[in-house]
């Protein structure tokens, strides 16, 4: 996705988020599910949002704790689920190198699945406007899950059953992949990835989400090489 002549970076990341974020409203629905399931008050459960923002992140800690798992169980999994973001950081290093410290910062905590899908098609080499587009981008979504999981925690408990809300996470993820998926070497790296959850779906503490990340790393990076 090239950039939009005439319009500025900022306007850009706004508007980008939107159509990512939509996706994400049931799974925001899903997390005040959980909150009320887990026994833990509203508020506490909703202060992991600001604290953590990482939405399957913050839903493997809640769920496992509500299911009496010990409090350092629960945070492992956690990580190991959001351990992805270590190989988005990896991905952008380069581009955070030419930008204030400040920045790297604030950066890291907003570097959510969709963001890093956003910047990933966005021409962006100039740093000052690459740095516009991330705030934009990562601010809106953020104003925007702060404000639907507190909606979600007020009516999640009330939802009825029959809705079905698990479709939420597939979804979500479903639709960054047709976004940022515009070669076919990121199509068969995707494609290694579903595999490889799917065949590594039972090991503990959501480990095969890591491997899954990993291997399509590598298989992403091969073929590159390959193209190249």
């Known amino acids: 996705m090239a950039s939009s002549e005439g319009k500025s970076p900022v306007w850009r990341g706004m508007k980008g988020s939107i159509p990512l974020f939509i996706p994400a409203i049931p799974f925001a629905f899903v997390f005040g599910v959980v909150v009320a399931e887990s026994g833990l008050p509203g508020f506490l459960g909703w202060s ?4 953590i923002f990482g939405g399957a992140a913050q839903i493997t800690l809640l769920t496992l704790l509500g299911e009496g798992a010990s409090v350092a169980a629960a945070v ?15 991905t952008l290093a380069p581009r955070f190198q030419s ?5 790297r910062w604030v950066g890291a905590y907003m ?3 969709q963001v890093f899908a956003l910047v990933s098609i966005e ?36 939802i009825p059953e029959g809705w079905q809300l698990a479709f939420a996470a597939p979804v979500l993820f479903i639709s960054i992949l ?17 595999i490889a959850m799917a065949a590594l779906a039972d ?26």
């Open 203 to 228: 090991l503990p503490n959501r480990l095969g989400i890591l491997v899954a990340a990993i291997l399509a790393m590598f298989v992403g990076i091969l073929l590159e090489r390959v193209r190249r």
């Open 123 to 158: 021409e962006l080499d100039d740093p000052d406007e690459f740095r516009h587009f991330y705030l934009s981008a990562g601010l809106t979504f953020w104003f925007l899950w702060m404000s639907f999981t507190a909606l979600g925690i007020a009516i999640g408990p009330i």
């Open 99 to 103: 930008q204030p410290r400040w920045f």
């Open 178 to 194: 047709a976004v940022s998926v515009d070669r076919w070497q990121k199509a068969a790296a995707a494609l290694v990835a579903m």
């Open 111 to 113: 570097l959510i699945d």
């Open 48 to 51: 992991s949002a600001p604290i």
């Open 76 to 90: 492992t999994a956690a990580l190991i689920v959001g351990a992805r973001h270590l190989l988005y950081s990896v």
